[in-house]
């Protein structure tokens, strides 16, 4: 007997949200579990398997189940590049069922009336489907072989009638809903009240945002703690509460960041902006003094050249010698963009070194972080540029960050491969070259070129070591340091 009978697909997330789908899913599953059936739902089969076995144990349900329901509230989750997920199960099911490969192959939608059938893709055209507010029944009974028939699809917008208090009402819009519902039609709310009344007074009253106190409708301040903010529902106010207690719990894990060691190569220490914004996060407060803003999820974003923000996440580094009590560590990715120095290649007093150890160091290293950074004498002979003469070598700087020399990048670094860096999206919003098909990019070493003094030496993206000019601000940062690793490292 297959293990699966039924696969449930639906869209989980929508940025950091949990999607209406979720919850119509959740209760779909509970039913036909009720009824009989063995059915696919990723939320709670997974979690029994394992996520490391994630696309293996959904691409074994597609190939049992015999019966496919699509949950939609928006037809814009049914799309490719809304969730990729949804649509390659989707896809494998129907390829499935026209190869013959499953004859008794069924699909079926679960919509809600909201869902327009022209905004479906075409592959959902003749497709049968159920509607969520005539009651998940009706589709089980219907594949118990009951009575009740799937129809065409076809958009319903009309709100329930009131008949015996058969209905909750929205918190936000007051439109009526059956009691099984777990979210308003309309505005997607999951907030509701037992009673059209209760709707109403609810207009009467209003709730302080810090300390969760009813007020009058009318007062411009609460009445228990004085303050001037307030929200429409108590639930807005647990949810306030709640994120406020995550962002706080994150900023204390920011404080108290150490080093995370990842494996025998690759360990996490600090933290600098990378990649986009999350949708679903909003931009809270204004900027601290690196530059950073909060966010309504808890996260620092930076805001880089093209105006827009990037999530700050923990900097990967790749050790490339271990030393008595340190290890000589390099940033695993490019993660900005600066311009050598305007006109010379002379390390010392470069704009890339200040950088590092200035607005770099700042920003991406705690209190606790700093204290594990040694200031290392950083020689910038002739030796270190793997030349036989150069007159624009400078002497031995004493820095916390530097870039690689010349000899640090061809002895330490094996070939051309591993000194390939891919480019975060922070970097490239700032101005640093990414190759459009690999996604690497080009990063300053600190050593002079001896031709000129206009020029240093870069790694190019395909990882050979050349020169650029040093007033080239497109090349991309890739920090060094040696870290002194504490006893309890873990």
């Known amino acids: 007997m297959a293990e699966y ?5 639906f869209k989980n997330t929508d940025g950091n949200e949990l999607t209406p789908d979720t919850e119509i899913a959740r209760e779909l599953y509970s039913a036909l579990k009720q009824a009989g059936f063995h059915p696919f739902f990723s939320e ?4 029994e398997k394992g996520v490391s076995l994630f696309k293996k144990t959904i691409d074994k349900a597609l190939e049992q ?9 928006d037809a814009k989750y049914a799309d490719d590049e809304s969730s990729r997920w949804v649509s390659y199960e989707l896809d494998t099911f129907q390829i499935a069922g026209l190869s013959g490969s499953k004859p008794n ?5 679960l919509l809600t009336k909201d869902v327009r059938t022209q905004d479906l893709p075409c592959k959902l055209n003749r497709v049968q489907a159920f509607y969520y507010e005539d009651g998940i029944d009706k589709i089980v009974s219907y594949l118990k072989g009951g009575e009740a028939e799937a129809k065409e699809i076809q958009p319903v917008c009309e709100a329930p009638q009131e ?9 936000r819009c007051g439109k009526a809903a059956k009691k099984i519902a777990v979210f308003c039609s309309s505005c997607k709310c999951s907030w509701f009240f037992g009673s059209k009344k209760e709707y109403e007074d609810s207009k009467k009253i209003k709730y302080c945002a810090v300390c969760g106190a009813k007020n009058d409708v ?4 609460c009445c228990q703690c004085g303050n001037e903010r307030f929200v429409n529902f108590y639930e807005e106010y647990c949810d306030i509460k709640q994120r406020e207690s995550i962002r706080e719990e994150k900023k204390k894990q920011r404080a108290a960041a150490g080093v995370k060691i990842l494996n025998d190569c690759l360990l996490e220490f600090g933290s600098y902006p990378q990649e986009g914004k999350d949708d679903g996060a909003v931009i809270i407060s204004q900027s601290d003094e690196n530059g950073s803003f909060e966010g309504s999820d808890g996260e620092l974003y930076a805001q880089a050249k093209d105006g827009k923000y990037y999530k ?13 009590g340190r290890l000589l560590i390099i940033a695993d990715r490019i993660l900005d963009a600066c311009r050598f120095h305007a006109a010379n290649n002379n390390y010392a007093g470069s704009d890339v070194c200040a950088f590092l150890n200035g607005d770099f160091y700042a920003r991406a290293f705690n209190d606790n972080q700093r204290g594990m950074i040694c200031t290392t004498p950083v020689d910038n002979s002739i030796s270190s540029t793997c030349d036989e003469t150069n007159k624009f070598v400078c002497g031995t700087t004493n820095d916390k960050l530097f870039l690689l020399s010349r000899r640090e990048a061809s002895t330490l670094i094996g070939n051309n491969g591993e000194r390939r860096r891919t480019v975060t999206a922070y ?12 996604g690497f990019g080009w990063w300053w070493l600190r050593s002079p070129s001896f031709h000129n003094a206009s020029n240093a030496r870069t790694v190019h993206d395909g990882g050979s070591i050349c020169s650029h000019s040093v007033n080239f601000d497109n090349n991309g940062i890739v920090p060094a340091l040696y870290l002194s690793l504490p006893s309890d490292t873990n």
Do not use: H, Q
């Open 65 to 73: 189940a015999d019966t496919f329901i699509l949950v939609l509230t």
């Open 5 to 9: 009978d039924i696969f449930i697909s």
């Open 163 to 171: 008949e015996n208090g058969a209905f909750k009402y929205c918190k």
């Open 105 to 109: 192959a069924r699909l079926f939608t």
């Open 427 to 438: 970097a490239k919003a700032n101005g640093a070259y990414s190759d459009e098909e690999t």
């Open 312 to 324: 700050v996440m923990p900097i990967v580094w790749r050790i490339l010698a271990r030393e008595k």
């Open 218 to 221: 009318n007062d411009n301040f």
């Open 44 to 47: 709670c089969t997974l979690a």
